[in-house]
């Protein structure tokens, strides 16, 4: 039977739920700025809840979010801040990943530039590399913003995570939201000797077959990579998404539910299982108890 890491569930809906401050375009970042103990209380219910692995609340220290002029002036500020916040609220038994956002905006590689994604990671990756265990690259939209985070990730000696996004339409084929097959990033995350590709920020029902796609990748390869999982609890999101305008549709998908999603995950061969957003410590509760299970 093979091991399985919980981690934690999506921070910005949590710091919602609990009472921070909380609006667009500042998103998670504005309890960070206004009210950082409420970040402390988010991780805690998380670890409280079981996750083995806490995110750096890191996801909005981007200009997309904070606006150019703020991102300059406190982008490496505020996501050094959330670093030492993640590490002083974790035990020794639970590992920080640093967190490295898609730098140009979630969801949409059309709007992707290169050099800009670079330099905005690099920040950020230099921000928090004191305060981590580990780095997760998350909701990598296509294989440009693979290659420009994995620019910067590869200097770091720490295992590195490269967590895609996925189209939200169900298929035989898993495809990323530009598109591109998840085969191929599979391959890539071989080819650069990763630790693990993950598939997050996605509706549930399309985890499974990218899980699989992957895994028949990884096997041809003969690679030592991890494959996992931490859906959303969006409705789908359409390639012209504007993140800043409006908040996007949620679900009702119980811990139960979600759950139903995170075994069927595991069989297929995923290790290593949490949520993203909307998926709250009640959701990572119920996949700690169901770990115990097995």
């Not at 609220?89 to 905006?105: C, D, E, H, I, Q």
């Not at 590195?160 to 995350?189: M, N, P, T, W």
């Not at 969006?234 to 908040?247: C, G, K, Q, R, S």
């Not at 993203?276 to 009640?282: D, E, F, K, L, T």
Request: hydrophobic fraction near 40%; charge should be negative; glycine fraction near 6%.
């Amino acid at each position: 039977m093979k091991k399985l890491t919980i981690i934690d569930g999506g921070m910005g809906r949590e710091l919602k739920e609990i009472g921070a401050p909380f609006s667009q375009p500042l998103w998670s970042a504005q309890a960070l700025i206004e009210a950082p103990e409420y970040v402390e209380k988010a991780h805690q219910n998380f670890i409280d809840a079981g996750a083995e692995v806490l995110i750096v609340n890191s996801y909005a220290c981007v200009p997309f979010h904070l606006g150019e002029q703020r991102f300059q002036c406190e982008g490496a500020t505020l996501a050094q801040k959330a670093g030492s916040i993640a590490r002083s609220v974790a035990p020794k038994n639970v590992r920080v990943a640093g967190s490295l956002p898609p730098p140009l905006g979630s969801y949409r590689p059309d709007l992707f530039e290169a050099k800009r994604a670079h330099d905005i990671t690099r920040l950020l990756y230099e921000a928090q590399d004191p305060y981590v265990d580990l780095w997760i690259a998350e909701t990598i939209s296509s294989i440009k913003e693979f290659e420009a985070i994995h620019s910067v990730l590869k200097q770091s000696k720490k295992d590195c995570y490269y967590a895609f996004s996925l189209s939200d339409e169900v298929s035989d084929v898993a495809l990323l939201r530009s598109g591109q097959a998840v085969k191929i990033a599979a391959a890539l995350v071989c080819f650069v000797g990763a630790k693990g590709i993950l598939f997050n920020c996605s509706v549930p029902e399309v985890m499974e077959q990218a899980i699989l796609d992957a895994r028949k990748v990884i096997n041809d390869y003969q690679a030592q990579v991890e494959i996992g999982a931490y859906a959303n609890n969006f409705t789908p999101i359409n390639t012209d998404h504007e993140a800043n305008n409006t908040y996007q549709g949620m679900r009702e998908l119980s811990p139960d539910d979600y759950l139903m999603f995170a075994k069927r995950w595991y069989k297929a061969g995923a290790s290593v299982i949490g949520g993203c957003c909307g998926i709250g410590p009640s959701h990572i509760e119920a996949l700690t108890d169901w770990k115990k299970t097995l």
